[in-house]
């Protein structure tokens, strides 16, 4: 059996893409049955982005107090907020990329950190690229 496609049109006025129901021309979204159910999935979307730049904004202030072993907890509550609707998976995403890049930050410096410590204790004094600076 060949799934058909919807025959509605979009917003946009492209064609739906998605398959239509059994025994119906239009898919899930644009059957008459369940426009209250579209326009509540689309009202909590609102709500969703607006709590998402409250969020944001509350993470961006409270950004400095996030220490590097707090991060594996702060992701996991991400995961059980994307997974039950209370946070966009964008913003989840975001925050994990942006865990992943200040742990390979604070790695990075804690190696330079090391190597200038050896070469304190090795009583090298030199100032190569300007990162590895011995005083
Ligand atoms: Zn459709």
Redesign the pocket.
């Known amino acids: 059996m060949v799934r058909e496609r919807?025959t509605?049109p979009t917003k946009g006025g492209q064609p739906?893409q998605?398959f239509a129901l059994p025994d119906e021309a239009?898919?899930w979204?644009?059957h008459p049955d369940n426009q209250g159910a579209v326009k509540d999935a689309q009202r909590r979307g609102g709500t969703n982005r607006s709590a998402a730049r409250r969020a944001a904004k509350a993470w961006a202030a409270a950004g400095k107090q996030i220490r590097p072993q707090e991060l594996p907890d702060l992701l996991r509550g991400c995961i059980l907020r994307v997974a039950t609707g209370q946070m966009e998976p964008a913003q989840a995403s975001a925050i994990a990329n942006l865990a992943k890049a200040s742990v390979q930050l604070t790695a990075e410096l804690e190696l330079e950190q090391r190597i200038a410590a050896l070469e304190r204790a090795a009583g090298m004094n030199q100032h190569g690229n300007g990162i590895r600076m011995v005083k």
């Open positions: 919807c509605s739906c998605a239009v898919c979204s644009h």
